[in-house]
């Protein structure tokens, strides 16, 4: 339904185009002048995509890459066309972006995740952004404030461009709960207190579904939330941009949760499994709680995925203290180039970017928009009731934080999963993790101290 | 004596189908697989899917550009594995036949390849393929695959050239055929099961080799089977039902040609008649 | 025998060519940076032997990637070898059903490591995994989590490692293709078992073959990445961590390409080193004949 209506409107954008081209070319028959286009050339962009296959943005991706297409296929002598490099796994993807990087052959468009917007910054092969968007009050407004949170580098200027905000909280099972007499929790304690509860009536096989294999993402989320929500130090520390020690006060309590949800509140198979089996025990209703962000309630109602009626089981909640992970995503960088291909590969960026752009992550991958200028619209707030719910839930936050991955060092993050199953061992403490930690934060190669 | 026997023969026995159970699990597994939904799979069963549907089968080719990836797959693994057990074998002739001065420094050098690790190649390869062309081109995997499979072959076929009597040769130089005539008329036909065993190695690492070859290609057109495994994982949304019936449609070639390169194998059994 | 040098040259030339460009530049990069400060993205900047100092003197995880590795390279070139010879000995004598075994045992090695890797995550689930179910039903209690538990981690991916015994079994039996089989038949006559048939008569003659297999075997331990990573990512703690994962983890995800290549550097040394024994032990390149 809403894909249709906004086919629709890009036919009429579309057509909009086109007059604007033949009053263009008229203009130019008429008075001969020089082109007007940005591009008198045509100019070649290299993109390169992780979002193929099976990803959830997937078939949003295919089409920013047809829709800008058809927009710059020649009108007004914009003419620009995309060179796409599919790089299944974004794990694999960021890897070939350092291989690049060293190469200095980056291609125009990149996402700096992992390291590589840093070391691209420093080398001087990004480009700084902000002469454009300054230059455009309109999609400044729309950028909101995602425009600062691309400028939080040394020298200020503005080499990423977030696509959207990274709201999460956690989910859970509504009738599991109405079973063991419990609500969402609103502090940490009553938190602890429901968890017993859910494993003392039996609804579900454990509690919550937790992981440590990948980069422990569910586990991760209620680690930080726990931290983030743990007074103003707390929540500095999940809001650092690369945190230099984990031996806090905070990052150890944090653990010790960590470790007594994973030894009693978790299945046994939580040490070591990816997210998807995670998903899979919630999915399945063996378990009651899963941290997780919008992007998962598409899955409730896949029936590749969850049983029948599943999705209307499903409650969406803010973590204890009314914390949630709020964070812009990275975005998107330039890579040098010529000022051709800089310029297109920056309109390739604002397109995705723009309310427009994020209206569409929205409503084909659940990505939320970077400000609530853009509305959901009826159709999909209507399919999509539990994201609604979770937007309405945004407002109410009371300690906003980001998410391990965003505060750790690449070094460090890669070994809480090799450190998890020590610690729920036992012949680890949460105090030597944290030192264990600091050890391999110290390698990184973009630790400074 | 006779228990002594039966006791043998049943650890054989055991032993055997130890090895039957450990090898075919694996296929069986991931061929049942290929037939279940996600919530199957994840949920563990060993059992038979609830309905045998193609539907990931339909996915797979949906989803990733299998059929394409399949002929580049297809060249590049035929062609790498001829050229390395022709040309390399000529190497290997030399070096396992002959007497000559700087035989073990070209042996160690040639081995190298087996202690260099992968991770480490990957830049520098990188930089040498956009400098010289070769990136995102069939002939440069060929290349590059040839290469990685160089010391297996070069190991594989000189140490079976070393079996090979002298004699056998010189009666042919008696005749009067030429160096290269013998090699090619009467070295290498002799030399077919260690030219399959060869082959059968080269042609599964061309086959499965993934990591180099993303590297080293970025268009779809370039691009190999391996590559469309990755497009079903995801970290949220993985689709195992799919990933499974790619690998079975990737796995099926490699296992008719290694089937028919055993062939090779086997009939050299009958060739060892001839030497004798 | 002796050989022209024209035809030397010739026959040598495609492999020394493929050997210079794939190899010989990367190798040289290789050993050039091993001596520089060079992270992702920045030019490399010479720092002497600064790396390797740091790796031997201040680096618990080269130290236990390291240690893992030798241990591994042990049981590959023992156990797993051992496997692969004493199977295609049964095999050979079977001609029943030596085809079908051979054609089977090759599977896993044929199927992507990826989902090999996968099949063992799933098989070993805690949860809900076939081998823990079957235990379980057997009246075991207590059963670990095979991959995660530090006590049982290290012996698990050793196991996931098996398949790679059928190349040895491949190889030695192409191998055996060329014993005369008049040798054997003599011997049989002479009222020789099966047994000292394999002892005496076979075995010897495999010894360049074997000592092959050993050499690929063990330097597969200096490869082997892929299962590590879909499993343990070399954990818990380090205890599953070899040395090319550690490569790897320094190169990509710690960024630092300088360390990662003396890593890298290491390891072909210990690689030389292990061919070098491995060549005694065998007299590999010595014809039988001479001996």
New interface residues.
Partial sequence: MMRKRLKAFTAILMAGCMTAGLAGGAAVVSAAEEPKGDFPEPVELTIATFRVGTHNAAAAEARYFKEFQEKYNGIDNQKITLKVEEMPSDEEYY?QM?IR??SNDLPDVFEGN???LE??I??G?AVDMSSYVDADEQYKKELGAAYDYGKQWEDGGLYNISYGLQAIGYFYNKEMFEKAGITPAKDWEEWESNLQKLKEVEVC?APVSMM??ENGWTTNLILASKIGTNGETGNTFMNTKYVDTYQTPEFIDGLSTVQKMLQEYA???A???DYA?AAN?FLNEETAIIANGPWMTTDFTNPDKAPEGFADKVGVALFPENGAVSQYERGYSIAKSDKAHEDAAFKFIQFKTSEYGQSIHLEEAGVLPLTSNVEMSEDYKAENPLVVEFVGLLDSIEYKYQTIDTISY??AL?AF??????LV?G??TPEDMAKQLD?LAA????YEK | MKVKKAIIKTG?FI??LF??I??????L??LLSSFKTNRE?L????GLPAVFSMKNYTDALKLAPITQFYINSILVAVVSTAASVL??G?????LG????KF??V????????????????????Y??FTSTNLNDSLSGLI??Y???G?P?T???MS??F???P?EL?ESAYLDGAG??KT?IRIILPIAK??M??AG??QF?LSW?E?QFALTLTTSNTKRTL?IA?YYFKSQFASN?GA??AA?IM??IP??IV??LL?EQ??S??S???V?? | ????KK??I???L???A??I???A???V??VSTSFTDW????APIFNGLANYIQLFTAD?QFISAGLNTIIWILLQSTIHVGIGV??AL??ARKKF?W?F????????????????G??F???L??????VNTLLGKLGFTNLP?W????GT?FGTVTITW??FA??VT??V???M??????IMEAARIDGATEGQINWYIILP?MR??I??TT??AA??M??K?DIIMMT???????RT?N??AY???????????GI??S??VV??IA??IV?GIINRIYK??K??AEG
């Fill in positions: 890897k350092k990087a060293t992992g390291g590589v070391m691209a420093k080398n092969i096989k440590t294999g299945l046994p198979d040490v070591g499994s089996t025990h690449a070094t890669n999963p090799t450190l998890y199953p020590e061992q012949s680890l050890e390698k990184d190669a973009l | 054989i032993f055997v090895i039957i450990i090898s075919v699990a694996p296929l597994w991931v799979i949920g563990g069963g060993l040309l390399f000529m190497g290997a002739y030399v036949h002959f007497e000559w035989k073990n070209f042996r160690t050098l040639f081995s190298l390849g087996l202690l260099i690790p992968g991770a480490a190649l990957l830049q520098p390869l930089q040498t290349l590059v040839m290469a990685f160089l297996t070069i190991y594989i140490s079976y070393q079996t090979i002298k040769e160096f290269f090699f099961p260690a399959g065993t059968v190695l599964l499965n993934f391996p495994l195992y990933m499974f690998t990737v796995v490699s296992i290694y089937i055993q194998v086997v050299g059994l060739a060892g008649a030497k004798s | 025998m002796k050989i022209k035809f030397l010739l026959f040598l495609p492999a020394t493929a050997f460009f794939v190899y530049i990367p190798l990069m290789l992270r992702v993205g920045s618990r004493v199977l049964i095999l059903y085809k075994v051979r054609t089977v045992y090759m599977l896993p090695n044929i199927i992507s490591s990826a989902a090999v996968m099949m995550v799933m098989l689930n805690p949860s809900f995994g076939a989590n991959f995660m538990d530090p981690a098996l398949p059928a190349t491949i190889l039996m192409a191998e293709t060329s014993i005369d089989e008049g003659l360049n073959i000592g092959t050499i690929l330097t597969s200096l490869q990445l343990t990512k070399g954990g818990p703690g380090d961590l040395l090319p490569v790897y983890q320094t190169a990509f995800t710690s960024n630092n390409f990662a290549n890593i890298g390891m072909i690689g030389l061919v590999i390149g014809n039988s």
